[in-house]
């Protein structure tokens, strides 16, 4: 006979197979692949891109003054910083030298102008032959030329201001020897209408520009924005940096400048282009002027490559690789890549 026990047992591993009997399989639970994206459209518009370059702040009307001729500097009557008027004498040379020449060459010409009489008188009598007489007045007219040189020279032997302005730097002392020609004294004007930035572009930029162009300033020692515009463009690249000098003359304004500035500045263009307008995060992967972006595509998420023109605030503005109307995702591309499933959500 089977023991309580037993029955027990044979009872419970009973119940224990019917009920897993009535149990159903479970189903593995199924995973989304779609990755969830926000998509914009992007937008189509005539642009003008800025040609960014820097330079530095000075006059249109400024000079480095120098004595026409050799000598020793008997004074130099300003000094850095001080202004000056135009017409005012700032430096004088020694004329001793000067002054003995235009005697010499006075009496040269009395000389020449006493022989060429006689020789006249001569001829008149049938002494002389007129080839004498002309080569008496060739004689005299070249020492009167010889006069006015030394007494032009003469008359340059002061340094004088050629506009009113500020003295920027003293290059020469009294008392040195200097050659004709040498800068003594470096003026920058200060009116409000003088002031240009001249400053480097490159052969791509030089290209965009006509002249005329208008032009937003900025200088680290101030924080408003200048206007200006493009009113100079070199025609030739300079030696040593290769690039192309511009000058952009300062709107009149009412801020004090002073020659030396340094200055950031933003030039556009008259002609503008067709670019397409993303938003700033959308880009991936971006090197130099050029980025990706994922578009939508039939459920698809494509990876294509843009280039870039600039960057403005929170928009990137392409040159090619993009036109208008494509959707392009600009959330949940960090999760894509080239071909994967997305869905769009608002």
């Given at each position: 006979?089977?023991?309580?026990?037993?029955?027990?047992?044979?009872?419970?591993?009973?119940?224990?197979?019917?009920?897993?009997?009535?149990?159903?399989?479970?189903?593995?639970?199924?995973?989304?692949?779609?990755?969830?994206?926000?998509?914009?459209?992007?937008?189509?518009?005539?642009?003008?891109?800025?040609?960014?370059?820097?330079?530095?702040?000075?006059?249109?009307?400024?000079?480095?003054?120098?004595?026409?001729?050799?000598?020793?500097?008997?004074?130099?009557?300003?000094?850095?910083?001080?202004?000056?008027?135009?017409?005012?004498?700032?430096?004088?040379l020694n004329t001793t030298e000067i002054a003995a020449q235009v005697s010499q060459a006075?009496?040269?010409?009395?000389?020449?102008?006493?022989?060429?009489?006689?020789?006249?008188?001569?001829?008149?009598?049938?002494?002389?032959?007129?080839?004498?007489?002309?080569?008496?007045?060739?004689?005299?007219?070249?020492?009167?030329?010889?006069?006015?040189?030394?007494?032009?020279?003469?008359?340059?032997?002061?340094?004088?201001?050629?506009?009113?302005?500020?003295?920027?730097?003293?290059?020469?002392?009294?008392?040195?020897?200097?050659?004709?020609?040498?800068?003594?004294?470096?003026?920058?004007?200060?009116?409000?209408?003088?002031?240009?930035?001249?400053?480097?572009?490159?052969?791509?930029?030089?290209?965009?520009?006509?002249?005329?162009?208008?032009?937003?300033?900025?200088?680290?020692?101030?924080?408003?924005?200048?206007?200006?515009?493009?009113?100079?463009?070199?025609?030739?690249?300079?030696?040593?940096?290769?690039?192309?000098?511009?000058?952009?003359?300062?709107?009149?304004?009412?801020?004090?400048?002073?020659?030396?500035?340094?200055?950031?500045?933003?030039?556009?263009p008259k002609e503008k282009t067709t670019m397409i307008s993303v938003p700033l995060d959308?880009?991936?992967?971006?090197?130099?002027?050029?980025?990706?972006?994922?578009?939508?595509?039939?459920?698809?998420?494509?990876?294509?490559?843009?280039?870039?023109?600039?960057?403005?605030?929170?928009?990137?503005?392409?040159?090619?690789?993009?036109?208008?109307?494509?959707?392009?995702?600009?959330?949940?591309?960090?999760?894509?890549?080239?071909?994967?499933?997305?869905?769009?959500?608002?």
């Amino acid at each position: 006979m089977k023991t309580t026990t037993q029955i027990n047992l044979i009872l419970l591993l009973s119940a224990g197979i019917l009920l897993a009997g009535c149990k159903e399989e479970k189903k593995p639970e199924e995973t989304d692949p779609t990755i969830p994206v926000k998509i914009i459209s992007s937008t189509s518009l005539d642009q003008a891109q800025a040609v960014e370059t820097s330079g530095l702040l000075g006059s249109d009307n400024e000079a480095r003054l120098s004595f026409k001729v050799g000598g020793i500097i008997q004074s130099v009557l300003v000094k850095e910083g001080d202004r000056v008027r135009k017409g005012q004498v700032l430096a004088t040379l020694n004329t001793t030298e000067i002054a003995a020449q235009v005697s010499q060459a006075e009496e040269n010409f009395l000389k020449a102008q006493r022989d060429a009489q006689r020789i006249g008188n001569l001829y008149r009598d049938s002494v002389s032959t007129k080839e004498q007489l002309e080569n008496s007045q060739t004689t005299m007219l070249l020492a009167e030329k010889q006069l006015d040189i030394a007494r032009f020279n003469m008359s340059q032997t002061r340094i004088i201001s050629t506009t009113d302005g500020v003295v920027i730097q003293k290059i020469q002392n009294a008392g040195e020897q200097v050659q004709g020609g040498a800068p003594v004294l470096f003026v920058s004007s200060t009116s409000n209408k003088d002031w240009v930035v001249k400053c480097g572009l490159t052969d791509k930029d030089w290209a965009r520009l006509k002249g005329g162009e208008k032009a937003e300033i900025t200088f680290d020692a101030y924080p408003q924005t200048f206007t200006g515009k493009v009113t100079s463009l070199a025609q030739g690249s300079e030696a040593g940096s290769g690039l192309y000098q511009a000058e952009i003359q300062v709107d009149k304004q009412a801020s004090k400048l002073a020659s030396g500035l340094f200055a950031k500045v933003s030039i556009y263009p008259k002609e503008k282009t067709t670019m397409i307008s993303v938003p700033l995060d959308a880009l991936i992967e971006g090197e130099d002027d050029s980025a990706y972006v994922f578009v939508a595509g039939s459920g698809k998420a494509l990876r294509k490559q843009v280039k870039i023109a600039y960057l403005s605030g929170d928009k990137a503005f392409i040159l090619s690789g993009l036109e208008a109307g494509t959707q392009v995702i600009r959330e949940g591309s960090a999760y894509l890549t080239d071909g994967s499933a997305i869905k769009i959500v608002q």
